[in-house]
């Protein structure tokens, strides 16, 4: 599984982005895959705001919960996060990740596989 992000970009206080991840790999670990996104803010650790497993159980940092939504589309190896009411704190590098275990949690240290990253910029 690996993981390739698209779709950042700069947007004023107030609206919208969606990003999305392909999973280049087999469609087989891709689905059992618990897969998230996570961000790294300017001067911030790396930090984790939304995953879904392969049974579409979600869970959200509060930081992010009623704004963001993760999905995942297994068919086509994809992971998207929608980004509402967007602040000028949710400016970060953002990452999607990939784990093959049973393992639940947002933290980075769970996830083997990680993207490049793409860059979201809020202007207040």
């Known amino acids: 599984v690996r993981p390739v992000e698209s779709g950042g970009g700069s947007v004023q206080a107030g609206g919208s982005l969606r990003l999305a991840c392909a999973g280049s790999g087999s469609a087989y670990d891709w689905n059992y895959s618990c897969v998230g996104w996570f961000r790294r803010g300017p001067g911030a650790e790396r930090e984790g705001i939304a995953i879904?497993?392969?049974?579409?159980?979600?869970l959200y940092a509060e930081s992010v919960k009623g704004r963001f939504t993760i999905s995942r589309d297994n068919a086509n190896n994809t992971l998207s996060l929608q980004m509402d009411t967007l602040k000028p704190e949710d400016t970060a590098m953002y990452y999607c990740a990939a784990h093959p275990r049973l393992l639940f949690s947002l933290l980075v240290s769970d996830f083997d596989y990680w993207g490049q990253g793409t860059q979201v910029t809020v202007s207040s």
């Open positions: 879904i497993d392969s049974d579409a159980n979600t």
